[in-house]
């Protein structure tokens, strides 16, 4: 199995991934993305049953929503803020003359009402609260996102800005649990497709800290969280490339989603990380297209 | 001892009910405890008590109920060398 250094190297060699200098931060080729932009339609093709509303979002959302998502509770070192300049000409002054000598200039800097988006579904849920009371069928929404996480590394698979592309139901518990169940079996179908090898496993978020421990045992413990593990990097630590999480409650009770008996709302997404399967994608079939299975190439009409 | 757990569900838990209500051994999270709930109430009883859990009583099963807490504290008190009784 290759390291991270050499199937990186390989990327940027092949001209798949282009280097900004910043570990984790990539431009990508015409051939990544339209790899990308297959596996979207593909992924969309999959989802037809589930009748989802198609919702958009810039890769950034409200910083007062995600201040009351509780991200900062469980994920402070992955969040990204967005600080801007607002002073006066003096200040403007003053911050040139710290970059000029190299000095820390980010405290001139203020933050904004603006953070990245963390993950796609963070600013669909006071969407859904704003609608009011569910229909009885619950709801169902398809969104794709750039998404940043604050963790270079050197790992390709590991990026600090990427697209997910998710579904997310809400509703009863019982509508979001039968969700997941159906996502995983599509998710599957899907992996099958593309001949990659997998597996499932049980999995947890990276809460932070001694809270974080008991988040972390306490959702392994309700299998809130499933992953598709698929090796990119490593065999021994294969690489999530899908993961199927039930919130319960959480962001029915932080937002004040209501399902159509006035019940908070149970919520379930499903999440596809599209750089990590398209790394996948390269890491099994090869960096050349034309030595793909033809399988492959057909499902994502390449 | 139990009052001062009771106390401390009362202030951290975010019950759906009256703490004084519950029976020692009733699951707290049909109670209404919510995960982020029980992490902030372990946070609360290692001030209050002045211990420190350790990983393996990270889990949802330690706060299931007054009387799990109860003996979890009992428990890291005695390793310490600690009384439950004047805790």
């Known amino acids: 199995m290759q390291t991270q250094e050499d199937y990186l190297a390989g990327l940027l060699e092949h001209g798949l991934l282009f280097s900004t200098g910043v570990d984790g931060l990539f431009g990508r080729s015409a051939l990544f993305e339209a790899t990308v932009d297959g596996l979207n339609a593909l992924v969309t093709k999959h989802g037809d049953g589930f009748n989802a509303e198609s919702v958009t979002y810039p890769p950034s959302m409200s910083r007062v929503d995600f201040e009351k998502s509780g991200y900062l509770k469980s994920f402070p070192g992955l969040a990204g803020s967005i600080h801007s300049f607002a002073g006066d000409d003096r200040a403007h002054r003053d911050l040139l003359a710290d970059l000029e000598a190299k000095r820390d200039w980010s405290g001139r800097q203020k933050i904004t009402d603006v953070v990245l988006t963390p993950a796609a579904c963070y600013p669909l849920y ?15 929404f398809s969104l794709c996102s750039w998404c940043f996480r604050h963790e270079p590394s050197r790992d390709p698979a590991r990026m600090q800005a990427f697209r997910q592309r998710e579904y997310v139901r ?53 299998k809130l969280k499933f992953e598709m593990l698929i090796p ?41 990380g599209m750089e990590r399967i398209t790394l996948a994608l390269f890491r099994h079939h090869g960096f050349e297209l034309a030595n793909w299975p033809a399988g492959v190439r057909q499902a994502l009409a390449l | 001892m139990n009052a001062k757990i009771r106390a401390l569900i009362s202030e951290f838990g975010r019950l759906s009910v009256d703490v004084a209500t519950l029976k020692n ?63």
């Not at chain 1, 006071?126 to 169902?140: F, I, N, V, Y």
């Not at chain 1, 809400?170 to 996502?183: L, N």
């Not at chain 2, 209404?32 to 350790?54: H, W």
Request: glycine share 8%; charged share 20%; net charge negative.
């Open chain 1, 126 to 140: 006071p969407l859904a609260a704003s609608r009011g009371q569910m229909p009885k069928e619950g709801l169902c």
């Open chain 1, 170 to 222: 809400m509703g009863t518990a019982e509508q979001v649990v039968a969700f997941r169940a159906s996502c995983i079996e599509r998710g599957e179908a899907i992996v099958q497709l593309l001949e990659l090898p997998y597996h499932l496993d049980v999995a947890n978020d990276p809460f932070f800290g001694r809270a974080g421990k008991m988040m972390a045992n306490n959702q392994r413990d309700q």
């Open chain 1, 232 to 272: 990119i990097t490593s065999d021994e630590h294969p690489t999530a490339c899908l993961s199927f999480n039930y919130h319960q409650d959480h962001f029915g009770l932080a937002w004040g989603i209501k399902t159509a008996d006035g019940e908070v709302a149970h919520t379930a997404c499903v999440g596809f």
């Open chain 2, 25 to 87: 051994e009733a699951d707290l999270y049909t109670a209404g405890l919510t995960s982020f709930a029980s992490v902030q109430l372990m946070l609360g009883i290692e001030d209050a008590f002045d211990i420190e859990f350790p990983e393996r009583m990270l889990n949802r099963r330690s706060f299931a109920s007054i009387a799990a807490i109860e003996q979890a504290v009992s428990e890291l008190l005695a390793e310490a060398g600690r009384d439950a009784e004047a805790a």
